[in-house]
C-alpha cells in the first residue's frame, strides 16, 4: 500500500511539473523588443525661450506594435500619443515609434502625428540618453531610413532615464 502511495505520489509530481514547465513555456521565451523610459530635456518654445519638458513612454514592438507616450511642459502643455508603431535596432540601441496624438492642451494637436527616435546610452540614468521628436500632420514611417533630420539635432537627456532592449 505505501509502494503505491509513493508511486503515485511520484507520477503525480511528474505531471504537475511537466505542467508548469509546459505552462512556464511560452511566457520564458524572448518578450519583442521594447523602448521604455521617463526623461526631462529642455528645448525652444515658439519664442525662442527655453523650455523645460518631461516625456514617459513604453513602445511595444510587435504585431500589432502598441505603447504610449505622455508629455508635458513647464508651460502647462501636454499631450499623449497612441503608439501604434515600433522599430527597435537592438545592436545599436535605437528605437523608433510612432502614432497619433489622441489627446492635448492645444486641441489643434489631436490628429497629428508624432515621430520619435531614442538612444539607449547603456548606462543607468541620463548618461549618453538621447532623444529627437517630429510632429507631422500625416502619418510618418517609423523606420531608421526614413528619419527627416539630422539625427545631430537631439535633445540631450537632462534627467530619467531610458531604455531599448
Not at 500500500?1 to 511520484?10: Q, R
Amino acid at each position: 500500500m505505501i509502494k503505491h502511495n509513493i508511486g503515485t505520489l511520484c507520477l503525480l509530481g511528474l505531471v504537475v511539473g511537466l505542467l508548469v514547465f509546459a505552462g512556464a513555456g511560452p511566457s520564458l521565451s524572448a518578450s519583442p523588443p521594447k523602448a521604455t523610459g521617463g526623461v526631462g530635456f529642455t528645448t525652444t518654445d515658439d519664442d525662442g525661450n527655453e523650455l523645460k519638458c518631461r516625456v514617459e513612454f513604453n513602445a511595444h514592438a510587435g504585431d500589432p506594435a502598441k505603447g504610449k507616450l505622455n508629455y508635458r511642459d513647464a508651460n502647462g502643455g501636454w499631450f499623449r500619443v497612441d503608439i501604434q508603431c515600433v522599430h527597435v535596432l537592438q545592436d545599436s540601441a535605437f528605437a523608433f515609434f510612432s502614432g497619433p496624438i489622441v489627446s492635448a492642451s492645444d486641441s489643434a494637436l489631436v490628429g497629428h502625428y508624432l515621430l520619435v527616435a531614442v538612444h539607449d546610452g547603456g548606462t543607468p540614468g541620463k548618461k549618453g540618453d538621447r532623444v529627437w521628436g517630429e510632429m507631422f500632420e500625416d502619418e510618418p514611417e517609423c523606420e531608421f531610413d526614413y528619419w527627416p533630420g539630422d539625427p545631430g539635432d537631439d535633445l540631450p537627456v537632462e534627467s530619467g532615464n531610458l531604455v531599448v532592449h
